[in-house]
């Protein structure tokens, strides 16, 4: 079975660029996490799709950051315009259930 | 506010038993998740504990204590590879994944 991909690996953009990250979660699962990770630190919830909706996405910095789950299946998370903040690895995660995330390699974005 | 608290950095030695403490405040608990992640890697899923008690798999082990808001993941016979950081993260009442900020395990030879 595959894994969560997520692409791209790496990307370097120049600050006030946008960018869009795309994610294939595990077949079947319904539940997809969008995630934040910056260095030493555990990962921050951006965003959670219960197939195509939006259930949780207090986190998400709306005025620069937007997602969408098309057709509940491969999801998209989009910054514009990109800032130096920003700086992180973003991480995609699927769920069958409640109990345990199955996470993509994630997308190292550097904001230059 | 909901926290989750371990320790930063453990060190072990190779073949040793370490055990890494996660102590939490959330609003409401629906379970209590342990994910390894590597360097440059992406986290894997250990462990779920939901009732009082230890789990076993393999040579690691999970605890959970709802009443003392307190778990931890026990690692035995430490290899090499086991070098990693460790997350602990619970489902709150939303449904949501509260995560702490890590625990990096050294191992030494």
């Known amino acids: 079975e595959a894994g969560v991909v997520q692409s791209p690996r790496y990307k370097i953009i120049e600050k006030k660029q946008p960018v869009a990250f795309w994610c294939n979660p595990i077949s079947g699962h319904n539940t997809l996490y969008w995630y934040r990770q910056n260095l030493g630190q555990g990962p921050e919830l951006l965003i959670r799709?219960?197939?195509?909706?939006?259930?949780?996405d207090s986190q998400l910095p709306k005025d620069r950051f937007s997602a969408e789950r098309l057709k509940g299946v491969d999801s998209t998370l989009k910054i514009q315009p990109a800032e130096l903040g920003d700086s992180a690895v973003y991480l995609c995660?699927?769920?069958?259930?409640?109990?345990?995330?199955?996470f993509g390699q994630g997308t190292r974005l550097t904001v230059v | 506010g909901q926290s989750l608290e371990q320790p930063s950095e453990v060190t072990a030695v190779e073949g040793a038993i370490v055990q890494i403490n996660c102590t939490y405040q959330t609003s409401g608990f629906y379970g209590l998740s342990w994910y390894q992640q590597h360097d440059g890697g992406a986290p894997t899923f250990l462990s779920y504990?939901?009732l009082d008690g230890l789990e076993e798999t393999g040579r690691f082990s999970s605890f959970l204590s709802r009443s003392d808001s307190y778990g931890y993941l026990l690692l035995q016979e430490l290899q090499m590879k086991d070098s990693a950081s460790y997350f602990c993260?619970?489902?709150?009442?939303?449904?949501?994944?509260?995560w702490g900020a890590g625990t990096k395990l050294i191992i030494k030879p």
């Open positions: 993260a619970v489902m709150d009442s939303n449904y949501q994944l509260i």
């Open positions: 504990n939901a």
């Open positions: 799709y219960e197939n195509e909706e939006a259930v949780d």
């Open positions: 995660a699927s769920s069958p259930r409640d109990r345990e995330a199955f």
